[in-house]
């Protein structure tokens, strides 16, 4: 069966200072991949997707980027992070137009 | 941009009532999925429609696509503290990409 994981489940980071959230998935190949974020008590929204290794589109410009380096790895970062970028970050993963199964999410603190 | 609404946004219902949640989006769909997140959790896929005019029901929740396929609606029958959470409608375009609604969130009250 496919199973999705997503690291770490919080993080504090102060203002400035570099991200990296990683999230792979396992059990299905060249799965479609979609970092979302949700500030509390919102909806989600979509940040990137990518439908293939390399292959990635940006939905919102920030200061945030993602990579795909290998088919089920998909990884967030960022090279300084805002107060904005405060938030609830959710992996997830659809074959096609299936529906997404997403990940535990981390909730980050940007103090 | 293609956005998807949701109302209401936040739902207060005493445990036994009945809870219902409209979405709607400024353009034709090609399915819409529904999701649950539970407080603190990740959201949960609960259904997809495709069709026209299309119900179907989950024991007493029950889930319609309008006929324009622009639009959607949630209904739970006799609320439980377990429906607590906030429930998502998730439309699909021609890009397969899914636009989010924006939510409603649903308190009961035993």
């Known amino acids: 069966s496919q199973t999705i994981h997503q690291w770490p489940a919080t993080l504090v980071q102060p203002v400035g200072s570099p991200l990296s959230l990683e999230c792979t998935v396992e059990g299905t190949s060249n799965p479609n991949l979609y970092w979302y974020r949700q500030a509390a008590g919102r909806g989600l929204q979509l940040l990137f997707y990518s439908v293939g290794i390399g292959q990635i589109s940006s939905e919102v410009p920030q200061n945030l980027s993602a990579s795909r380096p290998q088919d089920r790895q998909f990884i967030l970062s960022s090279k300084k992070l805002l107060l904005s970028d405060s938030g609830f970050y959710l992996c997830?993963?659809?074959?096609?137009?299936?529906?997404?199964?997403f990940g535990n999410g981390t909730r980050l603190t940007v103090t | 941009g293609q956005q998807v609404m949701q109302i209401p946004q936040y739902q207060h219902v005493q445990e036994g009532e009945d809870f219902t949640t409209y979405c709607n989006s400024s353009?034709?769909?090609?399915?819409i999925q529904w999701y649950k997140q539970r407080p603190g959790g990740h959201p949960v896929f609960l259904i997809q429609?495709?069709?026209?005019?299309e119900v179907k029901k989950q024991k007493r929740l029950t889930f319609q696509f309008g006929e324009a396929k622009k639009n959607s609606s949630l209904h739970i029958t006799a609320t439980q503290t377990t429906d607590v959470g906030t429930y998502f409608c998730?439309?699909?375009?021609?890009?397969?990409?899914?636009?989010f609604g924006t939510g409603t969130r649903l308190q009961v009250f035993p």
């Open positions: 997830a993963w659809s074959a096609g137009s299936s529906p997404l199964h």
């Open positions: 998730a439309g699909v375009k021609d890009t397969d990409k899914l636009i």
């Open positions: 429609l495709v069709k026209s005019g």
């Open positions: 353009t034709t769909l090609s399915n």
